[in-house]
């Protein structure tokens, strides 16, 4: 089966390509239903990355954010209709035989962290097409009654559910979240839902976003003057991180863990004397893998969860042309102000 | 109950030196027109598929289907000396499964790059009307010759349309259009649409899409590969 494709070939540039669907017995065929645009899209959209790293990437099929529709499976693991996530990271276990980093065994890693891995719209072509054929580890089932509006941001939740992977949460009652964003909210969705005996104090600039954490304690770091914290996840990324990271170095308690997500193109000078002094483990935290998936689609059965989800949506825009594309990804260029996406859906 | 009726009986004559006719060539190792019933059986409001195709290909046809797993294929008939012939036999096909209300999608197998908006467009299209045809506005000046020498007309461009398939209808309604055909009550026609106009009936206009465009010459096999290969190209 043909399919229509769409890459970025430069800056501000997406075109449509035709593809051939790889339909055969070790693949299930998925259409694609409804997508969200992530800020790493968005960087390669505006061509905000090195030149270099751009001219190896271009062309790039966007949107690793995304879930749809079994249309068939040869392997008999789904059923035509099932509605499925779609993941992102896609790891070939063939290389891990051999492969000196062994750590990605453990649970609080895991192979979301395995160099060998390809990762839609960054190191593969990501999803944005209406048809994709893809191995049966790389799709996980969700129930049919939950609208795909809500369950597109099952990407960002695995994220949120992969950082708290990194936390021993039989020795923490509290955590400091830094960053009034997108991802910041969904920690703390993950956080409320899943810790629900977990104090969480969230960090911020933006007013109105921080009155969308409504189960958590809200602050600017200039206006907090409570305890000090054992537990620290920043989620703001740019080059605001920077200070971010610092801010929670000087909250932190001895020995503290602070887990890192924000991506920032630009190295970060951080008070690493305090560190020393402090005793703290910075942890990185990246992507997610088939099993943080697997916990999402669990946790979507959460009213709570839902209900925060379902406001998300900014907008749903049906791609009927390639200007619907270009007119969500400006949307989303421009969307600072508000916890939330505009989707495209085919 | 929506039902796509796959033409494909066509002898391939302008496709240069091959053997096997347009909708039965390889392309990316199957043949062309399984590529455009699986935009069929992708399509969630399609209930069932029938083939006309050529006498002589239907147990190929048969083993595609099988080997390509198209389980919506229902029927697959022998076509006939005309376009005309072909697509009455498959609506006889249709009949068997089908009511005088259900709709039926009537499609050139030589086009593969049928998109599912299409598709869906034309469903809702001949529900709600019960005659659609797919079309494009043409986008060149067309000139109008009666002698292939001199200029009669150009007509005004903004009233064109480039005709495409799928043409859509009511069952009964297409039925009644060829079997009023066959009876000399209307004139044998080359198109379906013309068919339903010759009856006095309204056919409306579903928007197509010029990469729906039919693999009817080895220069249109030669752009759908160039697509391709241009699709193909990997992250570095």
């Not at chain 1, 270009?326 to 996406?341: A, M, P, Q, S």
């Not at chain 2, 022998?78 to 499964?97: E, H, M, P």
């Amino acid at each position: 089966m043909f399919n229509i494709i769409y890459k970025i070939t430069s800056p501000t540039v997406v075109e449509e390509f035709i593809d051939v669907v790889d339909i055969n017995e070790n693949k299930v065929l998925v259409k694609v239903d409804t997508m969200a645009i992530c800020k790493a899209d968005i960087r390669y959209y505006l061509g905000k990355r090195d030149k270099s790293i751009l001219n190896q990437k271009y062309p790039l099929t966007p949107i690793h954010e995304a879930v749809g529709v079994v249309l068939k499976d040869p392997t008999n693991k789904f059923k035509r209709g099932d509605k499925v996530i779609l993941v992102p990271n896609s790891i070939n276990e063939e290389l891990c035989k051999n492969c000196p980093h062994t750590r990605c065994t453990r649970n609080d890693l895991g192979n979301n962290y395995c160099p060998h891995a390809l990762f839609r719209s960054s190191s593969s072509d990501g999803f944005m097409r209406q048809f994709i054929a893809c191995s049966n580890n790389e799709i996980v089932k969700y129930d049919s009654k939950i609208p795909a509006e809500v369950a597109v941001f099952s990407e960002l939740l695995s994220v949120g559910v992969a950082a708290l992977r990194r936390i021993n949460f039989n020795e923490v009652s509290s955590v400091a979240l830094f960053g009034d964003g997108i991802m910041a909210y969904i920690v703390y969705l993950v956080l409320v839902v899943n810790h629900p005996n977990v104090k969480v104090t969230v960090f911020g600039k933006n007013e109105n976003k921080l009155k969308e954490f409504e189960k958590a304690t809200t602050t600017t770091y200039e206006n907090y003057h409570g305890e000090k914290f054992d537990t620290l996840i920043e989620c703001v990324g740019g080059t605001y991180s920077e200070d971010a990271i610092n801010e929670m170095i000087s909250l932190s308690l001895v020995g503290a863990d602070l887990i890192l997500m924000g991506v920032n193109e630009l190295n970060s000078a951080i008070n690493t004397r305090s560190i020393l002094e402090k005793g703290l483990s910075l942890k990185g935290v990246t992507r997610s893998s088939t099993e943080d998936f697997v916990t999402v689609s669990k946790m979507l059965n959460n009213d709570y969860l839902r209900s925060q989800l379902e406001k998300m949506v900014i907008s749903k825009t049906t791609i009927n042309s390639i200007n619907d594309i270009y007119n969500v990804f400006d949307l989303e260029v421009e969307n600072r102000t508000i916890i939330g996406k505009n989707l495209l859906k085919y | 109950m929506n039902i796509a009726l796959i033409l494909a009986a066509g002898t391939g004559s302008r496709m240069g030196n091959t053997d096997k006719p347009k909708q039965f060539l390889p392309i990316y190792g199957k043949p062309l027109m399984v590529h455009t019933i699986e935009a069929f059986e992708a399509n969630d409001d399609i209930d069932a598929v029938v083939i006309s195709t050529n006498e002589e290909y239907i147990a190929d046809v048969r083993v595609w289907c099988k080997q390509y797993d198209l389980s919506k294929v229902k029927l697959i008939v022998a076509g006939g000396s005309s376009r005309q012939i072909s697509v009455y036999n498959g609506l006889q096909a249709v009949k068997t499964l089908a009511s005088d209300e259900d709709i039926v999608l009537i499609h050139d197998s030589a086009r593969p790059l049928i998109s599912q908006k299409i598709i869906d467009d034309n469903i809702n299209g001949a529900k709600a009307f019960g005659a659609v045809d797919t079309v494009i506005k043409a986008s060149d000046t067309i000139v109008q010759s009666k002698d292939g020498e001199k200029i009669f007309d150009i007509p005004n461009r903004t009233e064109l349309y480039q005709g495409q398939t799928p043409q859509s209808f009511k069952l009964g309604l297409i039925l009644e259009a060829h079997e009023r055909a066959i009876n000399g009550e209307v004139p044998n026609v080359t198109d379906d649409a013309k068919l339903i106009i010759a009856m006095g009936k309204d056919i409306h206009l579903v928007e197509g899409s010029k990469l729906n465009f039919k693999i009817t010459t080895f220069d249109d096999l030669m752009m759908l590969k160039a697509l391709l290969k241009i699709g193909r190209t990997e992250v570095k």
